[in-house]
């Protein structure tokens, strides 16, 4: 007889181990099925995804390393320390890097015995709709489940003719691995990844090439953050290519080349390393979809109403496969909502406040409205913004770049969208998070006390710019 469960995800990345986790606190019998290894030693599927695996918590490891040698190269001699020339041991960092990523993962282990969650390794799909649910083969068996959360992720996407082989073509997954210090390095679009790789490798000491095929510089962030950024980015020694257009890419022994055009006409670059970041797409192929009527639409993604619900009696779809940005801690919101809207509970995810972030240096956070967007709603609005520079603890910290954009409504004062690109950024943004959630107003924030000296007392300041009524600026 088929195991029985009454809740199976499929997918163990951040949406999916996270709705197994609340739907067994809840008190269903839950399973959540695996298949992806992410270079495990062994060969056995490995549960967090690609933000665990192969994105978010590699990248921040190599992003502190790299900052570490940058601040040891440049910035402790302006604070009067001497250590001289610092070295880089690419070997070991990628070994730290990937001793953090198996801890974490084994960690989830441990969370799903903790809570009771079965963990079935293996490849889910689905076979047929039986009276009590779903039938789904996981590996070699079928099992049954009541409902099922479809939470299979996405890939990096690739571009026709640019063969990616994770060696001198790569994608998220082969930068992370990169064995040396390429002294050229090439990357095709300027998102988040291309920064975050681009930043890393730059501090290392790589002349690195970003080729950008839009004309404008990180065009969902608001457009004075953007500026500001590219500003603080070129002058770190990025070279940010815009309105860049792609052409053959030939790939040699050791180098690649390629061949693109900008408004200065044709140009073409060698590289040693060429990383490919131009997205991602839902894995939704291989669910079997078509045979139990499961919607997903023209560019892959499962179709969903309101509450992460398919078009199929208990199945539901939680994190990059479905629409909204493709973010860790949006799938991770969806898990959670749906294994509690399951429960009975109401369970929800607020996209109004769901935080974006860029860990470069300095950081990039925003959350919210940016100004061209109510610009172009005709909507009435405040400002305030304040630098960093204008703060003692940034100074003293020797990180003075950057600010804190505050935006209101003109009538309410309701704070409409925070953007900040500056020393922890990614923390600083939580408290606009919750303000926001709360439908606080910039007077909010203007009126709560604040530690001194701390970074937040920018975002205090800014509060009090929407009045125009700033204390230290």
């Known amino acids: 007889m088929a195991k029985q469960f009454d809740v199976l995800v499929i997918g163990g990345g951040p949406g999916g181990y996270v709705a197994a986790i609340r739907a067994a606190q809840l008190g269903f019998n839950t399973a959540c099925a695996e298949s992806n290894p992410y270079a495990d030693p062994k060969g056995e599927p490995r549960l967090g995804g690609t933000c665990l695996n192969v994105g978010c918590i590699p990248s921040k490891a190599l992003l502190h390393t790299s900052h570490l040698f940058e601040e040891a190269g440049h910035a402790f001699e302006e604070q009067g320390i001497s250590v001289g020339t610092p070295k ?11 001793k953090i990523v198996e801890q974490l993962t084994a960690g989830i282990k441990g ?11 293996g490849h889910g799909s689905f076979v047929a709709k039986t009276d009590g649910g779903w039938q789904v083969k996981v590996g070699e068996e079928v099992v049954e489940a009541k409902q099922v959360i479809v939470a299979t992720g996405s890939t990096a996407r690739h571009l026709p003719g640019i063969p990616v082989d994770n060696k001198l073509v790569c994608d998220n997954i082969g930068a992370l691995d990169i064995d040396s210090v390429p002294k050229r390095l090439g990357l095709i679009g300027s998102g988040v990844i291309g920064l975050e790789m681009g930043s890393v490798w730059n501090r290392l000491g790589s002349e690195v090439t970003i080729l950008e095929a839009m004309d404008s510089f990180l065009g969902a962030a ?4 953007a500026k500001e950024a590219l500003k603080l980015f070129t002058k770190q020694g990025l070279d940010i290519k815009l309105s860049v257009k ?27 390393r060429l990383i490919v970041s131009v997205g991602r797409v839902p894995n939704t192929a291989g669910l079997n979809a078509e045979a139990v009527g499961l919607k997903i639409d023209e560019r892959g993604f499962i179709d969903v109403d309101g509450h992460n619900q398919t078009n199929l009696p208990g199945v539901w779809a939680v994190g ?32 109004d406040t769901i935080p974006w972030v860029i860990y470069t240096s300095p950081e990039i956070a925003w959350v919210g409205k940016t100004e061209q967007q109510l610009k172009a ?76 000296p701390t970074l937040s007392e920018v975002v205090h300041e800014a509060a009090l710019a929407v009045d125009k009524r700033p204390l230290h600026f």
């Open 111 to 121: 969370l799903f015995k903790k809570n009771k969650v079965t963990f079935l390794a």
């Open 320 to 351: 990059d496969v479905v629409r909204g940005p493709m973010l860790a801690h949006k799938a991770m919101e969806e898990g959670v909502a749906v294994a509690e809207t399951m429960a009975g509970q109401k369970g929800h995810t607020n996209f």
């Open 377 to 452: 709603e005709g909507a009435a609005y405040k400002v305030g913004k304040i630098p960093f520079m204008a703060n003692g603890r940034a100074l003293g910290a020797g990180t003075p770049a950057g600010f804190v954009k505050m935006i209101a409504d003109a009538n309410t004062d309701r704070i409409l969208g925070v953007h900040i690109i500056g020393s922890n950024a990614s923390e600083l943004i939580g408290e606009a998070v919750v303000t926001m959630e709360f439908a606080g107003a910039s007077e909010d924030l203007a009126r709560i006390c604040h530690a001194h």
């Open 88 to 98: 880089i041991d690419v070997a070991k960092m990628i070994g730290r890097k990937s």
């Open 222 to 225: 608001d457009q004075d953050l």
């Open 246 to 272: 792609v052409g053959k890419v030939t790939v040699g022994k050791k180098s690649v080349t390629v061949e693109y055009e900008t408004k200065d006409g044709a140009q073409k670059a060698e590289f040693d």
